[in-house]
């Protein structure tokens, strides 16, 4: 019975801890699925923000289209400075910091809009004209400071590019440099080349001579040539495009060996009645 219960206490506790990762798992995946859609979320209302802002400045005239100017200059320079730092983020850590005082002036920024706003629906005309020179002037700063934090992130990554390109173009040189190695000793092994392939000519000429003195035909003249061939110059590789050492229509379908071996068969002597007068 000791037994029995232990195995059931563990089979109870190993079904609890799998219940537990599960729910673990989930919220921590409906938590992520939150934050995407919350993200996607923002992204097309800043997006439908800015096209209304962009037909306000075409369709209305007078302070409603002055406002909607400044609104959408300062949503304009606060999502091109922060899509230039967080895109070189990821090669310059440096970055970071800029974006730390980038979400601060967006904090700034988003208190300003929200007057703007307000000003907007104001039906004072004489208010909005006395209150409109200070909030585009606060703008105007906002925009700025950004501005200079992207320009100088660009100057910085494209600074970076160039001092990247200086080196790689060096390192290029320095390759080719060592490619041409060749050159340095080029005119010293042209004597020693010259004369290893006359003394080769010889031997396989004279191989070639006294094959043929000796009967063996054109097996001996052939093998003299493929000894010239093989000594003079060294081996041939084969190219890409020039059909040698590409393999035959046997060896892709399989059939080189099975054809090798019907061959040798066909060309086996056989041992019949023949065999004996030949043999004395």
């Not at 037994?3 to 995946?29: P, S």
């Not at 606060?138 to 925009?143: G, L, V, W, Y």
Request: hydrophobic share 45%; proline share 3%.
């Amino acid at each position: 019975m000791d037994v029995f219960g232990v195995m059931i206490g563990l089979v109870l506790l190993f079904g609890i801890a799998t219940l537990v990762l599960a729910v673990v798992g989930t919220v921590k995946a409906a938590k992520a699925v939150a934050a995407k859609i919350e993200k996607h979320e923002a992204n097309a209302r800043r997006a439908v923000e800015a096209a209304t802002l962009k037909a306000k400045t075409y369709t209305k005239v007078g302070p409603t289209a002055q406002i909607a100017t400044v609104r959408l200059k300062l949503r304009t320079s606060l999502d091109g400075t922060r899509q230039v730092l967080e895109g070189g983020l990821a090669q310059d850590g440096q970055l970071g910091e800029s974006l730390a005082l980038l979400t601060r002036l967006d904090a700034h920024a988003a208190e300003l809009d929200g007057e703007l706003r307000v000003l907007e629906r104001e039906p004072d005309t004489a208010r909005i004209a006395a209150k409109l020179p200070e909030l585009r002037e606060r703008a105007e700063r906002i925009t700025h400071a950004a501005e200079t934090m992207r320009w100088a992130a660009q100057d910085r990554m494209h600074r970076f590019a160039d001092d990247e390109l200086s080196r790689l173009s060096q390192e290029c040189e320095s390759e080719a440099g060592a490619l041409r190695h060749w050159d340095t000793g080029a005119g010293s092994g042209a004597g020693s080349g010259s004369a290893s392939g006359a003394a080769s000519g010889t031997a396989a000429a004279s191989a070639a001579a006294s094959a043929a003195a000796s009967g063996g035909g054109s097996a001996g003249v052939g093998g003299a040539a493929g000894a010239a061939g093989s000594s003079g110059g060294g081996a041939v590789r084969a190219g890409l495009t020039d059909g040698k050492g590409r393999p035959s229509a046997e060896d892709l379908l399989g059939l080189a060996d099975p054809l090798a071996k019907l061959a040798q068969r066909l060309r086996k002597p056989s041992a019949g009645p023949s065999a004996g007068p030949s043999a004395s």
